[in-house]
């Protein structure tokens, strides 16, 4: 499945994005003010196939949402343009697609009535299967390499 694989490279890459605070979900914590910030959590992906027969090599599209977290909005959107700099454009370092490209389509800063924002950025990335990784019987190769005398 590439859902794990590829959040797992997103979780990698934002590292040390909002002082590493990088989230599946959002921390519970006893009282609002024991709260840190600023902080990262994933939200939806939407995986979507591509078999090759179109425009676009076999692979997968994902769309995929993250959402930021302060009590600052400036602060959200300085959290928002790190993140860019590191996906938008990027390498995600992922073996059985590696070649993945990523952009982002929207962004959003909403202000709670608890006085926190919350920033929203959407992104595509765009996975393409790479069959150089396979042998001839559709079995991946060690570590995917290509073998002595190949070309891609």
Same mark, same amino acid.
């Given at each position: 499945?590439?859902?794990?694989e590829?959040?797992?490279?997103?979780?990698?890459?934002?590292?040390?994005?909002?002082?590493?605070? &990088?989230? $599946?979900?959002?921390?519970?914590?006893?009282?609002?003010?024991?709260?840190?910030?600023?902080?990262v =959590?994933?939200?939806?992906? %939407?995986?979507?196939?591509?078999?090759?027969?179109?425009?676009y090599?076999?692979?997968? $599209? &994902?769309?995929?949402?993250?959402? =930021?977290?302060?009590?600052?909005?400036?602060?959200?959107?300085?959290?928002?343009?790190? %993140?860019?700099?590191?996906?938008?454009?990027?390498?995600?370092?992922?073996t059985?697609?590696?070649?993945?490209?990523?952009?982002?389509?929207?962004?959003?800063?909403?202000?709670?009535? $608890?006085?926190?924002?919350?920033?929203?950025?959407?992104?595509?990335?765009r996975?393409?299967?790479?069959?150089?990784?396979f $042998?001839?019987?559709? &079995?991946?190769?060690?570590?995917?390499? %290509?073998?002595?005398?190949?070309? %891609?």
């Open positions: 499945m590439i859902e794990p590829f959040q797992r490279a997103v979780f990698q890459k934002l590292g040390s994005v909002a002082g590493g605070r &990088i989230y $599946d979900r959002a921390p519970q914590v006893e009282r609002p003010e024991e709260q840190e910030y600023p902080y =959590t994933f939200g939806r992906f %939407i995986v979507t196939s591509r078999d090759g027969s179109r425009r090599r076999k692979g997968f $599209d &994902i769309s995929f949402r993250l959402h =930021t977290f302060d009590r600052s909005g400036l602060e959200v959107r300085g959290v928002q343009a790190a %993140i860019y700099e590191i996906l938008h454009g990027g390498d995600m370092g992922m059985y697609f590696p070649t993945v490209f990523v952009s982002r389509n929207d962004t959003d800063v909403m202000h709670e009535p $608890d006085r926190i924002s919350h920033g929203v950025c959407e992104y595509l990335a996975c393409t299967w790479s069959p150089w990784l $042998d001839e019987n559709g &079995i991946l190769r060690p570590e995917g390499r %290509i073998l002595p005398g190949e070309t %891609i």
